[in-house]
C-alpha cells in the first residue's frame, strides 16, 4: 500500500481529528481541534500524517520537543488500515522529525487504561523506564 506521510495542513483539521476520535484518543480534559492547531503552530512541533492512494487520512502522530526531549502524542492508525506496518512508519516519521532537530530521545505516555499498546511500542525499539510524571493545569481544565 502506498502511504505517503507529511505534515498536516489546515485543511486536514476535521479528518486528523475524526481519526483521533476513532481511535478513541480524544478524552474529555484535552480539546483536539487546539491541540491540532498549536502543534502546528508552533516551530518546535507538529502534526504528521499518512495518506493513503486514495487521499484518506489513515496514520497520525503529533510530534514536539522542548529542547531537551522529544514527544510523540495521537499516534494512530485508522482501525481498517492496522496490522499493515502503519503505526511502525508513523512512529518512525515521528522520530526521524525530532532527530532532524537535533532531539536524542523520543518519548511519549500511555494513558493506564491503554496498557496493551506497549507491546507496540516494544516491538518498535521502545522500552519502559521508570519515572514518576507530575503535572499541574496551567489553566483551568475540564
Ligand atoms: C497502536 C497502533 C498505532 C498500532 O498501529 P498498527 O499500524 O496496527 O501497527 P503496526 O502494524 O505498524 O505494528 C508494528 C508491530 O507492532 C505489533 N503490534 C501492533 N499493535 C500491537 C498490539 N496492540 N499488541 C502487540 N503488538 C502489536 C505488530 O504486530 C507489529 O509487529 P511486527 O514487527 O512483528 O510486524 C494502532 O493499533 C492504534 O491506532 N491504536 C489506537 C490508538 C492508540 O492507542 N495509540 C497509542 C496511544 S499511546
Redesign the pocket.
Known sequence: MRLIIRGASKADETAVIALWRI???VVSHNDPIADFRFARAKENSDVLIGVNSDEEII?STMVGHDGHRGRLYY???APV??????????VRAGEQWLAQRGVAKAQ????ET?T??A??YE??GFKTIPRTVMEKWLRPSN
Open positions: 481511535c478513541e484518543l496514520g499516534v494512530a492508525v488500515h492496522r496490522s499493515k506496518g502503519i503505526g511502525r512508519a508513523m511519549l505516555m500511555i494513558r491503554n496493551e499498546v507491546a507496540f516491538r518498535i
